[in-house]
């Protein structure tokens, strides 16, 4: 027999042993209760993530700073982080009801507080998949600054170059800069950036706030100086995971709050019997598909209602989307604003109490009164909370009286952006099958939305299996490719799929919670295609291009409840 030639392995074999070992890392820092990013214990996390180097952390392994990488994880972390040599990662542990001001992230809903000058606490809620989120950024961040450090420091000491000492000058005494002193300022910047002056231009004015429109030399300035003490005077930044955080993580606390509070609102309302339809969406799209064609018929361009949609997307009219709010809440909805933690807002929409003569839909007229459904609308989850939260709604609920109520649940639809492996942003992706990614865990389903039904709907439509990743910011091309290309024939990536099916299998399958003949929807719009340059999801937003697709989905999904 001859003997079988080893291969060396490909760049995708090596993203996924890199996530592998980021993700064994991050559980071990984590139970071991603190690390130091920039020292030995935070030295696997680097150099995974420099072997990894995902799209979305674009030039991280190149000498120059990433700077639409750069932007992304500034917008998803608190204000001033940078400035902080410790940071907390706490559970929910009563800051909110100290001095203390909650800080939130412009995209990305958790809350976070300025201890003193040195220390930042950011509350972690949303379990494993939030911890990751953050560790990760954080890397990332924390390498970009050495960047800095090693661009600005001469010969190995602690002398610092010219660009760098105006730039501390400009910072640490506030000076407000005229037009042609600013441009000065830029250049120099670039300078340390390894960036063209355009592109360090284009970064100030993404980051610029109208009370400081010069936020970006703040943010460049803390992240160096702090990796120049790091480097000159040993002063690493530390990450300290609270004891709190440690004992509550995996157990449900915040999921079991939250899907309790949605049941007490379904018993006070005589609505825990109905047939139940669960999506999880986001908190506009169903309201304003029922609702919002009775509200404003007027705003209807050619008979269009996507022109209604696009324009109450528009961050200009709020007046309008109050109007359609305000009448959803006194003709069948109830909004459950998320107390627990989970940071899940909620709609029950009693279809009973809406006069769909007025709507687009329309019950089948065997349909008797007391058999109306309901609609629970939940807010996108993150990650693995998707598991969390589904596994605790879809329980029996003990009442008071001590009665047992077992959910009605007939659908279980969901709704969200995804990442796209062929198309591009805004089409849409209809998955026959979730795959985890990092393991040979695979759900199958019958999906109710079928590639035919969106014929005609403006649109372009993909089928095939979806990963669910451990986290989209760690996907490069290779990783990607690999899904894609192989017998697994993937067609995009999203965080939460399988944990939702896990979810609901277990609970149809397994537990008898829900009926096992409890039908599911799944369908994702793209925000972004990672294996096309410049489309991934640093390079910014979907702006109106989303606004159909979500709507499409929306109408499909409602067209089969009703």
Request: with cysteine; glycine share 6%.
């Amino acid at each position: 027999m001859k003997n079988s030639k080893i291969k060396e392995r490909t760049r995708a074999q090596e993203s996924s042993g890199a996530i592998e070992r980021l993700y064994i890392s991050m559980r071990h820092i984590f139970t071991r209760g603190f690390y130091k990013p920039m020292g030995i214990s935070g030295e696997t996390l680097r150099q995974a993530l420099l072997l990894l180097r995902p799209e979305i952390y674009g030039t991280i392994a190149d000498e120059k700073v990433e700077l639409n990488g750069l932007v992304y994880v500034i917008e998803r972390l608190p204000i001033g982080i940078e400035e902080c040599q410790f940071i907390n990662l706490t559970s929910e542990e009563g800051f909110g009801k100290s001095h203390f001001k909650a800080i939130v992230p412009p995209k990305r809903k958790r809350n976070c507080y300025r201890i003193d000058k040195d220390q930042m606490n950011i509350e972690v809620t949303r379990g494993r998949s939030e911890i990751y989120d953050v560790l990760t950024h954080l890397t990332f961040l924390f390498i970009e600054s050495h960047k800095i450090a090693d661009k600005v420091l001469i010969s190995e000491g602690s002398e610092t170059n010219r660009e760098w000492k105006k730039l501390e000058e400009v910072v640490l005494n506030n000076i407000k800069l005229s037009r042609d002193e600013r441009d000065i300022m830029l250049a120099h910047l670039a300078s340390i950036l390894g960036r063209t002056f355009e592109e360090t231009q284009r970064v100030y004015d993404i980051l610029g706030e109208k009370n400081n429109p010069d936020r970006f030399f703040q943010i460049i300035f803390w992240l160096g100086y702090l990796a120049i003490n790091e480097k000159v005077h040993d002063l690493k930044r530390t990450i300290t995971f609270s004891p709190v955080l440690r004992e509550r993580i995996g157990h449900h606390i915040y999921g079991e709050m939250w899907a309790n509070n949605i049941k007490e609102v379904l018993l006070e309302n005589n609505l825990m019997e109905r047939p139940i339809h669960i999506i999880s969406a986001n908190m506009h799209s169903v309201m304003n598909s029922i609702y919002a064609p009775v509200v404003l018929p007027k705003q209807i361009k050619d008979n269009d209602n996507i022109s209604l949609f696009e324009l109450l997307s528009d961050s200009e009219n709020e007046d309008l989307r109050k109007q359609v709010e305000d009448y959803a809440l006194k003709n069948g909805m109830v909004h459950i604003k998320d107390t627990s933690g989970t940071y899940i807002d909620v709609q029950i929409i009693d279809t009973e109490k809406i006069n769909l003569r007025k709507t687009n839909y329309k019950f089948e007229n065997t349909l008797i009164t007391d058999e109306k459904p309901v609609l629970i609308v939940m807010d996108y989850a993150f990650g693995e909370q998707a598991y969390e939260t589904m596994d605790e709604l879809l329980k029996p609920y003990n009442g008071e009286n001590g009665k047992n109520y077992h959910l009605n649940v007939e659908s279980v639809s969901i709704m969200g952006k995804a990442g796209i492996l062929e198309g591009g942003k805004g089409d849409i992706m209809i998955p026959s099958s979730h795959i985890y990614e990092g393991t040979a865990d695979n759900y199958p389903f019958k999906n109710q939305l079928k590639k035919k039904m969106f014929e005609g709907c403006g649109v372009d439509v993909y089928t095939g299996a979806m990963i669910t990743v451990l986290g989209t910011s760690l996907q490069n091309k290779d990783i990607l490719n690999f899904f894609h290309d192989s017998t697994w024939k993937v067609t995009g990536l999203e965080m939460e799929g399988a944990h939702y099916q896990k979810a609901i299998q277990a609970a149809s399958k397994i537990r008898g919670n829900i009926s096992e003949k409890v039908k599911v929807r799944y369908a994702y719009y793209a925000s972004d295609n990672p294996l096309e340059t410049g489309s991934t999801l640093a390079s910014g937003g979907l702006g109106t291009t989303g606004v159909r697709p979500t709507y499409v989905i929306t109408q499909k999904i409602l067209e089969q409840i009703f």
